[in-house]
Nanobody, 115 residues
Framework: QVQLVESGGGLVQPGGSLRLSCVAS????????MAWYRQAPGKQREFVAT???????NYKESVKGRFTISRDNAENTVYLQMNSLKFEDTAVYYC?????????WGQGMQVTVSS
């Protein structure tokens, strides 16, 4: 059974930082591309960042320079370091693991940026 378990979300003030973590089980983690998505109230889920199985990264334009995605294959974990957080970063954040025809999602966790 595949599980993606996210942690690290919560409430933070504008300009603050959070680090999200996602621990995967039930898959050969090193062979999967990993990504973070988010969904704000009333909006569709959107791509935030991805890191391929080979370590190549890509980001949503609005988070470039503020967010960093990384992975630790020994710990089956993907991270999202979020700095300089803005009100518009408020959303439920989802971890995603994908390769070929396989696509798995975490349960999501809330990140709220508020003063």
């Amino acid at each position: 059974q595949v599980q993606l378990v996210e942690s690290g979300g919560g409430l933070v003030q504008p300009g603050g930082s959070l680090r999200l973590s996602c621990v995967a089980s039930g898959i050969i983690f090193s062979g999967y591309n990993m990504a973070w998505y988010r969904q704000a109230p009333g909006k569709q889920r959107e791509f935030v960042a991805t890191i391929t199985s080979r370590g190549r990264t890509n980001y949503k334009e609005s988070v470039k320079g503020r967010f960093t995605i990384s992975r630790d294959n020994a710990e089956n974990t993907v991270y999202l370091q979020m700095n300089s957080l803005k009100f518009e970063d408020t959303a439920v954040y989802y971890c995603n693991a994908w390769r070929e025809t396989y696509n798995y999602w975490g349960q999501g966790m809330q990140v709220t940026v508020s003063s």
